[in-house]
């Protein structure tokens, strides 16, 4: 099941504080008291993301149940610069032209006592041009992390890229893509406190089986109460326009557990359970670069998604939008409701070829993390993809390392497998065994002579292992040595034929270190709930893009959208927390390393049972069968 806890989803999204001092204060941004002609006083509401102080903690949802709301952590709030852009008022909001940018006073958000988490919405007063009015539009920008400059004639830079007053669109603006990210941590975005600019939202509710039709917009459209000509008019206002600002990365955290393999056994005449526990994890496949803002791109159609699927009960709802309207920093409903999936820069590029951000290790598991739960996330940018692209190379991913155990035993020891077969697990006394039997066999069937038995057979293995296939070689070293006892031969032995036909008859050995052994869990974003997909659907025969049978449609590829589309991906402000609720068998020796396989996301086999929960942030749950 995905939980998708919405703690920070949208920074303004439906906060959920508590009456605080410094809720709703007043910064002054200009020093006269009196009437200005030549420039406004504009008052606007910034908001935060929290959670909906009208709903509980315990049950608080969106999305039809499939985001939960909780808290993040007090770093991924805090503010630390602030910058109001400002559009102006073309019919479309995409064709609105940049007139200015300004510098906010931060005051609210800093030197608080409470960590910044509860001084979640503030009124700004901001002195402007008179040249903005009622029907331009307000973009904040939060931390900005030097992505952005404004410059002393109130002109942005993006980047080194210069906005001109009057030409630059909006659509060009939020299609800026940020640069110098650091692989897998979005460093760029989250270095000087987390980047957080405005959320795209709707103006009707989705999650429903009767869908209300409406429209998605990201800028605020500046009204004739937010303006005012002193700046004391404008302190006294009751009445300004909100703004819901979101985070620009994606969260992911990872859950310890464990529990027995349902598959895996140690080899013996009374095979004995394996006990396993997720002992560490990293982040992989990120997406290298992210747009400004999130993308609007498709809004009319991603409106209209729905799985066809009548189980379960939450396949046949719109799960574009949520279901739960925001409130403002009062506690007063919006008229606006969250939305749950857009473009990423990548989603349309693929024809460029574009490459993602694997990680690099050694190849040990040495670079894993051994720290689990909410106060160790990783951060990434925002992946989505079309389902012909739902790829296992195109998706955001963890791999995570297990560590394997005898019942019974407390330490982590080397174990093996035999010719590539998972479900029967060695110790090394038991593959020096296994070993011994196969070694005797081969020696019969190569006609060699004498009076010797399994236990005239001597097995060394290596005395440092490797993690991965250990060959077998009279060299010995990193090899497996193999010595029958040569006074108990009379005939027929060939050293070089003995080693060759033993491998042969063995099949391969892998090691897994200290009972290590990794599996990928690619991140599913709606995932079984929203966009329910089973194996049986590989094989019926429904119409389907030959290079994507594994995903069919029903009629058209647009029924096919709605079974599918964003069944996998992390979006910005979205929190990924995994847990592995099952594994059947040992996963890979050695962690994945380099591209990984242009296959579906979803596998007609597969050994991991996992949960994906997404937090407030929109946290996103999800669970594994290893």
């Known amino acids: 099941m995905k939980k998708m806890f919405f703690l920070g989803a949208l920074f303004a999204v439906g906060l959920g504080f508590t009456a605080c001092s410094s809720d709703n204060d007043e910064v002054a941004e200009a020093t006269g008291q009196s009437e200005n002609g ?39 709030y805090a503010v630390k610069n602030a910058t109001l852009i400002i559009f102006n008022d073309a019919t479309n909001e995409d064709d609105a032209t940049f007139v200015a940018a300004y510098t906010i006073n931060t005051a609210p958000w800093t030197g608080g006592t409470s960590n910044n988490v509860t001084e979640m919405s503030t009124k700004v007063i901001k002195l402007v041009s008179s040249d ?21 004639d109130n002109g942005l830079t993006v980047n080194t890229t210069d906005l001109t007053a009057g030409t630059t669109t909006y659509a060009t603006f939020r299609k800026m893509l940020t640069t110098s990210v650091s692989t897998l941590d979005a460093a760029s975005m989250t270095s000087a406190g987390f980047f957080m600019a405005n959320a795209p939202l709707s103006d009707a509710s989705g ?54 393999m349902t598959n895996s056994k140690v080899a013996g005449t009374t095979p004995v359970d394996i006990k396993w526990t997720v002992s560490g994890w990293i982040l992989d496949n990120t997406a290298p670069t992210t747009y400004l803002i999130r993308s609007t791109d498709g809004d009319s ?94 998706t955001t ?21 035999l010719n590539g077969q998972k479900t029967t697990v060695y110790t090394a006394d038991l593959l020096i065994a296994a070993i011994q039997e196969a070694a005797y066999y081969v020696m019969q069937g190569d006609g060699v002579t004498g009076s010797y038995g399994t236990a005239d057979i001597t097995v060394t293995l290596p005395t440092t292992s490797v993690a991965g296939p250990v060959e077998l070689n009279k060299a010995g070293g990193t090899y497996i040595k193999v010595t029958p006892d040569a006074t108990k031969i009379t005939s027929g032995y060939v050293e070089d034929d003995f080693y060759t036909n033993l491998s042969a008859a063995l099949g391969g050995i892998d090691c897994y270190k200290g009972g290590v052994s990794y599996y990928s869990i690619r991140i599913k974003h709606f995932g079984d709930n929203l966009t329910p997909w ?29 079974d599918y589309l964003g069944r996998y991906g992390v979006l910005r402000n979205n929190w990924y927390d995994i847990t592995v609720n099952s594994v059947r068998s040992l996963g890979d020796a050695t962690p994945h390393t380099g591209d990984w396989p242009d296959t579906p996301d979803d596998e007609l086999d597969n050994y991991l049972a996992f949960r994906i929960n997404v937090l407030s942030w929109a946290k996103r749950t999800q669970s594994a069968d290893l």
């Open 38 to 76: 030549g420039e406004n006083y504009l008052a606007l509401g910034i908001n935060l993301p929290q959670a909906p102080a009208s709903m509980t903690r315990a049950g608080e949802n969106d999305n039809n149940g499939q985001v939960t709301y909780s808290d993040g952590l007090a770093t991924e």
């Open 132 to 152: 903005v009015v009622a029907g331009y539009r307000a973009m904040v920008v939060l931390n900005h992390n030097n992505i952005l400059t404004v410059g002393t």
């Open 207 to 260: 999650s429903t089986n009767s869908f209300l039709s409406g429209n998605t917009t990201t800028l605020t459209t500046i009204s004739a109460d937010a303006i005012y000509k002193t700046e004391a008019e404008a302190q006294a206002a009751t009445k300004f326009d909100h703004i819901f600002v979101e985070r620009g990365v994606a969260k992911v955290t990872m859950e310890s557990a464990n529990g027995t």
């Open 301 to 394: 159609d991603f409106r209209n998604l729905k799985s066809q699927a009548n189980t379960p009960a939450t396949a046949k709802v719109y799960r574009y939008i949520g279901n739960t309207q925001i409130n403002d920093g009062a506690n007063t409903a919006s008229g606006f409701w969250r939305t749950y999936f857009a473009k990423s820069a990548g989603y349309d590029k693929w024809a460029a070829s574009e490459t993602y951000s694997l990680n690099t290790f050694s190849g040990s598991g040495s670079d894993f993390t051994t720290n689990f739960g909410e106060n160790y996330p990783k951060y990434c940018y925002e992946n989505t993809f079309d389902v012909d692209h739902q790829n296992v190379k195109n």
């Open 397 to 417: 991913l963890v791999q995570v390392a297990i560590t394997a155990k005898q019942d019974g035993s407390t330490d982590a020891v080397d174990l093996y497998s």
């Open 534 to 562: 089973n194996t049986w659907e590989a094989t019926q025969s429904l119409t389907a893009p030959t290079s994507s049978t594994i995903y069919p449609s029903n009629t058209t590829a647009d029924a096919r959208n709605g």
